[in-house]
């Protein structure tokens, strides 16, 4: 007979055993960790610290949802669509006829009537409805080693660009589905002064981008070279464009992949009703609005269509405050969480007073 020993551990019942065909424990070993014996805390909860949680929250939720509310309300915002679906829209001929192959642009002028002022910066935003920018294969179609100036990656673009990586055996730039697709409608603003003269407005062309997006995640190839012509040679423009990215403005700094239109639109919007800044309106100096009451026409060259994939452009007119732009659901979802904790506050009060008072007279009786 094979002869065995064994050693027994009073204070956790662990047996080791040796010797040939011995068989380990598979207990845990004895640490406060693997027992389960670390410290731990579990709140009592009672009604003297429930119920002053309720009313504190809804104390608080409440007025903060009600500021919130109104300083959205507060913001003043304009909105203008000018697909033209309809047949008595300006932009009804633009919308039917153009497409991506068309030779020339198509412009459409809108007339529209500002019933308040403007004071302060207004910012204007392009909308788009029913274009998922957020599907898979169009978000990773891009090339960010090219979009940050490097020549390797311009001249050999990334292989998730395809389709859009080379055109006529030449590379794109700047390539992917993303670049291709980019908005390209010119829109203007004219005030239409009572006199009958039209006075342009003018809208910045810079400041619409991230200030990180500029200046660290997009980049010409060549550093500061201001000949972007010859660091772009060799390669193509997207299929979809008109110009090519060295062309997109008689400005240096705001030309090629820091073109701050261009940068806009490579950020991608999660939901497929989306509006992206287009241009910002300072506010004058003195007590003169920024945008006076009265008639305004907006000038389109209709270069986007939409009508292949049923959907909608919108001009947006607005200002801001501290919380940004127009957006009520915040103070709705305050107001609302609220409202709702300071009422079960109340129920769960008269709840307790009355079956705590039925438990305090049943142990008296007792």
């Known amino acids: 007979m094979m002869a065995s020993s064994y050693t027994a551990k009073e204070e956790d019942g662990h047996i080791t055993v040796s010797g040939p065909g011995a068989l380990r424990s598979r207990k845990p070993e004895n640490t406060a960790f693997k027992q389960q014996r670390l410290p731990a805390w579990q709140p009592i909860l009672t009604a003297g610290t429930v119920l002053p949680a309720f009313f504190i929250i809804g104390l608080l939720f409440i007025p903060i949802g009600i500021g919130l509310f109104v300083t959205s309300n507060n913001i003043k915002e304009f909105e203008i669509d000018y697909t033209g679906v309809d047949a008595s829209s300006p932009c009804y001929n633009c919308s039917q006829s153009f497409s991506w192959n068309s030779s020339r642009p198509c412009s459409c002028s809108i007339p529209f009537y500002l019933e308040q002022p403007y004071e302060s910066n207004v910012y204007v935003y392009y909308g788009l409805s ?10 990773k179609s891009r090339d960010d080693s090219q979009l940050n100036g490097d020549p390797k990656s311009l001249m050999e673009p990334s292989k998730e660009c395809e389709p859009y990586a080379f055109h ?6 700047p390539c992917g589905a993303i670049a291709n697709s980019m908005f390209n409608d010119t829109l203007e603003l004219f005030y239409n002064d009572p006199n009958g003269t039209k006075v342009r407005i003018l809208l910045n062309t810079t400041g619409v981008a991230w200030w990180t997006d500029k200046h660290v995640k997009f980049g010409n190839p060549g550093g500061n ?3 972007l012509t010859a660091a772009f040679q060799g390669t193509t423009k997207p299929i979809n464009w008109r110009r090519p990215v060295f062309d997109l ?3 240096e700094g705001n030309n090629g992949f820091i073109n701050e239109d261009f940068i806009v639109w490579m950020r991608t919007a999660a939901l497929p009703t989306f509006r992206k800044l287009y241009r910002i309106i300072n506010k004058k100096s003195g007590m003169v609005p920024t945008l006076p009451r009265g008639n305004y026409s907006l000038e389109v060259v209709y270069n986007y269509p939409v009508r ?3 959907g909608r452009k919108r001009m947006i007119l607005s200002t801001i405050s501290w919380m940004g732009g127009k957006n009520p659901f915040l103070g709705i979802a305050y107001i609302a969480v609220g409202s709702v904790c300071f009422f079960l506050g109340v129920v769960l009060l008269l709840v307790h007073h009355k079956c705590g008072n039925r438990n305090n007279n049943a142990d008296i009786s007792n």
Not at 131 to 139: P, T
Not at 168 to 173: L, T, Y
């Open 130 to 139: 029913n274009f998922y920018q957020n599907h898979r294969r169009y978000v």
């Open 168 to 173: 006529e055996n030449k590379p794109i730039a």
């Open 225 to 227: 070279s201001p000949n």
């Open 249 to 251: 403005d008689a400005d």
């Open 308 to 310: 292949s994939f049923e």
